[in-house]
């Protein structure tokens, strides 16, 4: 944050500042996306929808389960929420008592440790390590069981280090989950950002689980605030009335402007973007690693590398802060993601072209 | 919620109900507002915004308390919601940890009571009397304060009672509060909405309250979902950190939208609707006199009449149900509002045209 703060400083003083740091695509809002929505705004006709969402985009969301992701996902199981974050609030609202528990990876996605503390939880850090993809082991998960234990949290693909969960993984933390009645909470914020094979969801494989998504990145519509929640069955009556109480409604135009998000149209330029950053992943971990950088574990998702930057500096931090002083290349240190080789580790976001990734690698040849 | 299912089911049987149950103003989004949204929109860089809102949103709703309410505010203490239900949820994370207790009104908005549960908080209901326009006596909150008291919530105008606090009240509950190192938070949702007197912040007399806004209401954009939060200085920092991780930023198009809410062409919409709503209110007023149903205080804001219905009707839980199936009038219960001569009491909405509310009298009077 305070590496944030710098970074705008330094843009607003006229430094050509290239920003690394924030986890969000450079493209504009697709244009059938757009168009969807100035025809619903027209008619000035913006009132509240139902809390769960309107059942056409619920309907859409499970259409798109169904033929893109080979999931069955029955539209009562989908909540519309206020971005990924309503829907991490409704997950983390459902699930938390005061003194609960959960399991969360770090390095992970800060907000998460928040949610958990805001509702009185406790959270226990998983150290993940890069050979295991940054994913729990499964052993890792059954020693830091408590009693307390009341969810454990994953992220595929991963922020910070773009890694995906394997099958076999996956359905061992489901069953040890399931067998101790706690729930697993699955991050598909970046799902269909993915590279080199065929975009996921978990829930082609598994019913019980949550899983928090949104429109936000593959989607491309970040400032809209939109996202959903799958909840298992026996969750809905729960969450609709969470929903009901906690936030009313998501917003309407985003909901009319995301019906459009899945026509064929929408989807192939979806397509098109998702190759540009397959190309943008590829130019920036080989920089990277010609840079001597490390990257312990193939990035295969969303759009961030977690490079080991241990022959490059001994403290990311100090180097997060020189390459912005000195580069004005915007990186986020290890630190933000949890403490767990923090210092060892800087996140770089290739959310920008690759002639401006290729500036960036430039810039910091010379500051190392 | 039982009630509201069922009136929407008739409807979907094609029974012409009178929607007097719902929260949401019968206007579209007001044409400026629609086409500050079309303009932005149709750019497609609909990013991320700060978490606290647009600077010049804020700043624009500065202005509006410093020209319109006599308010100093500085943009700083002005945090952007998605919704009002995004204020409340800043406001409770921040005041509360696992164990403290907040006063609440009886009758009062249900939501309230779920956001503070949601994070572990206690509530201590405050049974108000109409002869103190249910608004709580200083003697009450003091005689409820226990050493877990963290704050204390009013609403001015209040749902389901339309009242307002008067500026002794209001005085004396501050004091009390800041003695005690609590917080009194002011749901002013309704703000704007009054009639037969000028419209009033308690902003204009307390710089240390928390107070709660939104668009939906007075400026009629329910399903843009903006709202915000006044918070005292001393506050701010630790809010921007919450907002930060609860929710990364409100909706842009909406901020955008809102932009045009202040304009002096859209203020002239709103007070012609606002006009409406004053002669909307006198005549539901009126006709429930003339049915029988006594009007304890006179509701003086918002759009809701709480009516008493004991000279009608021993449950008014049973009389709700009946006007809904016998006349298709939908109404709320007292029970959804709490619990206090809650068997007593109806809530009645006029957020419909005035040939509307003539013929919802028409049908009660028959039902009756």
Same mark, same amino acid.
């Given at each position: 944050?305070?590496?944030?703060?710098?970074?705008?400083?330094?843009?607003?003083?006229?430094?050509?500042?290239?920003?690394?740091?924030?986890?969000?695509?450079?493209?504009?809002?697709?244009?059938?996306?757009?168009?969807?929505?100035?025809?619903?705004?027209?008619?000035?006709?913006?009132?509240? &929808?139902?809390?769960?969402?309107?059942?056409?985009?619920?309907?859409?969301?499970?259409?798109?389960?169904?033929? %893109?992701?080979?999931?069955?996902?029955?539209?009562?199981?989908?909540?519309?929420?206020?971005?990924?974050?309503?829907?991490?609030?409704?997950? #983390?609202?459902?699930?938390?008592?005061?003194?609960?528990?959960?399991? *969360?990876?770090?390095?992970?996605?800060?907000?998460?440790?928040?949610? #958990?503390?805001?509702?009185?939880? !406790?959270? =226990?850090?998983?150290?993940? =390590?890069?050979?295991?993809?940054?994913?729990?082991?499964?052993?890792?998960?059954?020693?830091?069981?408590?009693?307390? &234990?009341?969810?454990?949290?994953?992220?595929?693909?991963?922020?910070?280090?773009?890694?995906?969960?394997?099958?076999?993984?996956?359905?061992?933390?489901?069953?040890?989950?399931?067998?101790?009645?706690?729930?697993?909470? #699955?991050?598909?914020?970046?799902?269909?950002? #993915?590279?080199?094979?065929?975009?996921?969801?978990?829930?082609?494989?598994?019913?019980?689980?949550?899983?928090?998504?949104?429109?936000? =990145?593959?989607?491309?519509? &970040?400032?809209?605030?939109?996202?959903?929640?799958?909840?298992?069955?026996?969750?809905?009556?729960?969450?609709?009335? *969470?929903?009901?109480?906690?936030?009313?409604?998501?917003?309407?135009?985003?909901?009319?402007?995301?019906?459009?998000?899945?026509?064929?149209?929408?989807?192939?330029?979806?397509?098109?973007?998702?190759?540009?950053?397959?190309?943008?992943?590829?130019?920036?971990?080989?920089?990277?690693?010609?840079?001597?950088?490390?990257?312990?574990? =193939?990035?295969?998702?969303?759009?961030?590398?977690?490079?080991?930057?241990?022959?490059?500096?001994?403290?990311?931090?100090?180097?997060? !802060? !020189?390459?912005?002083?000195?580069?004005?290349?915007?990186?986020?240190?290890?630190?933000?993601?949890?403490?767990?080789?923090?210092?060892? %580790?800087?996140?770089?976001?290739?959310?920008?072209?690759?002639?401006?990734?290729?500036?960036?690698?430039?810039?910091?040849?010379?500051?190392?």
């Amino acid at each position: 944050m305070e590496l944030l703060a710098r970074a705008q400083q330094l843009q607003a003083e006229g430094c050509d500042v290239i920003h690394m740091e924030v986890g969000e695509p450079d493209f504009p809002t697709p244009e059938p996306v757009v168009e969807a929505a100035q025809a619903f705004i027209k008619t000035g006709r913006v009132h509240y &929808t139902p809390a769960l969402g309107m059942p056409e985009l619920r309907e859409a969301i499970s259409a798109f389960y169904a033929e %893109h992701l080979d999931a069955k996902v029955s539209a009562d199981r989908i909540v519309v929420t206020a971005g990924a974050s309503g829907a991490l609030l409704l997950a #983390v609202a459902a699930l938390t008592d005061p003194g609960n528990e959960w399991l *969360l990876s770090d390095p992970g996605y800060p907000c998460n440790r928040q949610f #958990v503390q805001a509702f009185g939880g !406790r959270v =226990k850090s998983l150290p993940v =390590k890069a050979q295991a993809a940054y994913q729990p082991d499964l052993s890792q998960v059954e020693d830091a069981w408590s009693a307390d &234990t009341k969810a454990v949290l994953i992220a595929s693909p991963s922020n910070p280090t773009g890694t995906l969960i394997d099958d076999e993984r996956l359905d061992g933390l489901v069953a040890i989950t399931r067998q101790r009645r706690a729930c697993l909470v #699955v991050d598909e914020i970046y799902q269909g950002l #993915v590279y080199g094979r065929p975009a996921k969801s978990v829930l082609a494989r598994h019913d019980e689980v949550l899983v928090v998504n949104s429109f936000s =990145k593959y989607f491309g519509m &970040t400032g809209w605030r939109l996202g959903w929640l799958v909840v298992p069955t026996m969750l809905t009556r729960h969450i609709e009335k *969470l929903a009901q109480h906690l936030y009313i409604a998501p917003s309407t135009p985003a909901q009319h402007a995301a019906l459009a998000a899945f026509s064929s149209d929408n989807l192939a330029i979806l397509e098109q973007r998702r190759q540009l950053f397959g190309l943008r992943r590829d130019k920036l971990l080989a920089g990277l690693q010609g840079l001597g950088f490390r990257i312990d574990s =193939k990035p295969e998702g969303a759009f961030y590398i977690y490079a080991n930057s241990e022959h490059c500096a001994s403290d990311s931090t100090e180097l997060s !802060r !020189r390459l912005l002083e000195h580069s004005h290349v915007a990186t986020t240190p290890g630190r933000d993601f949890g403490e767990y080789l923090a210092q060892q %580790h800087l996140r770089l976001a290739y959310t920008m072209s690759e002639a401006r990734i290729e500036e960036a690698l430039d810039r910091i040849r010379l500051a190392l």
